[in-house]
């Protein structure tokens, strides 16, 4: 796909491909100067006579990697998706896949992070797995019942380098800006749509988790707001395939300058992607994982010249290459974790794509 695709409750945003791209950075963290960079790109659209331009685009997980961020060349605007098809159950995985790392290595990593986590070496850690299937078909049929499937959630099909296109149906958006009102909504602690959603506000070990997330993303946000309002209970939020703990995070920025992608790089990465101290969950995950994330648990969405827009966590999504989609899934992992449940967690977040891949074909 060579445009660019967001529906969440706000609506839905359409943009054609690049007109101007964001250039690339200098430095060895490319998000830290990524809000300037995308700043003067969409100074260069307004020059150039674009009424009213916008910056879309993905960004990666790893700060060191370069986003792919573009000015479009024209952008459409609609309602939000409506309920469409209902969830089609997947008991199974398809055969014909390729799972890095196999199951049974990933449950094997998940008692070497609780180790480490039981001796005190950080507090949380996110690791991931992916799953390959074929598919050569086009993708907006699947983008389409991903979108239907859960209207409130947040769809999106983005461009990548190489032809590639990253696509999927998030639950969690990072933050959004309108005018001075900033809402950030951070989501943590999972079970899959048939368990009984009430163990997740019990149980110790969910709740810990969500609470590591939802403490770093209010810090992350007090010195940009003048007010913050944090509840102090999270809410059960559903999907297609799973129910979450969610907490909504409302505040009024201090400074109206203060653009919503310099919030999202403040933000980036949170707990929920990443874990808890940020240097060495990343530094696990890299130790762990035996592949690159790319843009999985990045960033999608996007801003406008005024410094309003939408930053969308990239989880419960995959990258077509025209040959085959990959998925991803991860599960946070704290002191407490059990491996196998761990496991179970993975393969039911994996059934978001793998459901809509069904309704689609």
């Not at 907490?247 to 919503?260: F, M, Q």
């Amino acid at each position: 796909m060579d445009e660019f695709f967001l529906a969440s409750p706000r609506g839905t945003l359409l943009a054609g491909g690049p007109y101007f791209a964001v250039p690339p950075s200098a430095r060895r963290n490319a998000l830290a100067d990524l809000p300037a960079r995308a700043a003067g790109a969409l100074g260069v659209a307004l020059a150039a006579g674009h009424t009213a331009p916008v910056v879309v685009g993905a960004i990666p997980f790893a700060p060191d990697a370069d986003a792919c961020l573009y000015v479009p060349r024209w952008v459409r605007h609609g309602p939000p998706p409506g309920p469409g098809a209902p969830a089609a159950p997947l008991a199974a995985d398809p055969g014909d896949s390729e799972q890095i790392p196999p199951p049974l290595e990933y449950a094997e990593a998940v008692r070497r992070a609780v180790k480490r986590l039981r001796a005190g070496d950080l507090d949380k850690v996110v690791l991931a797995r992916s799953l390959t299937i074929p598919y050569e078909g086009d993708l907006t049929p699947l983008v389409e019942a991903l979108a239907e499937r859960d209207p409130t959630g947040y769809t999106f099909a983005a461009a990548l380098p190489g032809g590639r296109t990253l696509l999927g149906a998030s639950p969690e958006l990072l933050v959004s800006r309108s005018g001075r009102t900033v809402v950030a909504n951070p989501m943590a602690g999972s079970a899959p749509r048939g368990a009984d959603p009430g163990h997740l506000m019990t149980s110790a070990k969910d709740r810990r988790e969500h609470a590591l997330v939802v403490e770093a993303v209010a810090a992350a946000l007090r010195p940009y707001c003048s007010t913050l309002s944090v509840p102090e209970q999270p809410s059960l939020v559903p999907t297609a395939s799973m129910w979450h703990l969610s907490t909504r995070i409302s505040g009024e920025l201090a400074d109206p300058a203060t653009t919503s992608l310099e919030l999202a790089a403040a933000l980036h990465p949170t707990p929920a992607v990443c874990g808890t101290p940020t240097d060495a969950a990343r530094q696990l995950i890299a130790e762990l994982e035996p592949f690159d994330r790319g843009f999985y648990t990045g960033l999608v969405g996007w801003q406008d010249a005024a410094g309003d827009g939408e930053w969308v966590v990239a989880i419960r999504c995959a990258v077509a290459d025209g040959t085959a989609l990959t998925l991803y899934a991860g599960a946070g992992i704290v002191a407490d974790s059990d491996p196998d449940a761990e496991l179970a967690e993975t393969s039911a977040k994996f059934r978001t794509t793998l459901g809509a891949l069904h309704v689609a074909r």
